[in-house]
């Protein structure tokens, strides 16, 4: 029986060492998913859209994303894999407002795809409750897309959001 710890306490080892370079190598990835962002979003936002942000900004605490930070390693590498598949799913709704090319979209969501994969090796399972934080979180920016019909307004919002979200994955834990 002893053997058989040790050789559970060497593969978690193993584990957590790939983890990390797994880590290194979402930092790069995330940095390269940023920029793209950065360059497709601008700095601006339309004048028209100010309320909107204003409003979307303004809503319950409950409603914002979890602070990845605060959570134990593997719920954060959890919640970074949730994010990035709300991301990927976000975008692939109705982005005729996005004043992206449908190649830059499809570029991102690569990257976001990779960055998915690359985390599947340092995922833990039973961890529900930070997967439906995320997702509650997410569900707030879609519900926000449907409720402006897609517009170009609630396409910023949505932007923001995942600049921000990608910026929190990019230094989790």
């Not at 190598?25 to 859209?49: F, V, W, Y």
């Not at 954060?76 to 982005?95: C, G, K, M, P």
């Not at 932007?159 to 910026?167: L, N, P």
């Amino acid at each position: 029986m002893g053997q058989g710890n040790k050789y559970q306490e060497r593969e978690e080892m193993y584990k957590s060492i790939g983890c990390s370079r797994v880590r290194g190598k979402l930092h790069e990835t995330n940095q390269d998913n940023l920029e793209l962002l950065s360059t497709r979003m601008g700095a601006n936002i339309p004048r028209e859209c100010i309320n909107d942000v204003i409003s979307f900004s303004s809503r319950s605490s409950e409603y914002n994303l979890p602070n990845i930070y605060e959570y134990q390693p593997g719920n954060a590498t959890v919640a970074a894999d949730e994010i990035l598949q709300q991301i990927v799913y976000t975008l692939s709704q109705n982005h005729e407002n996005l004043s992206w090319d449908d190649k830059s979209i499809a570029v991102f969501k690569l990257g976001l795809g990779q960055e998915i994969v690359t985390l599947v090796s340092c995922l833990h399972g039973g961890m529900e409750n930070t997967r439906n934080a995320v997702r509650k979180y997410f569900r707030q920016i879609n519900k926000l897309l449907k409720d402006k019909d897609y517009s170009e307004c609630a396409w910023r919002i949505v932007q923001m959001e995942i600049r921000q979200s990608i910026g929190m994955v990019k230094v989790f834990p």
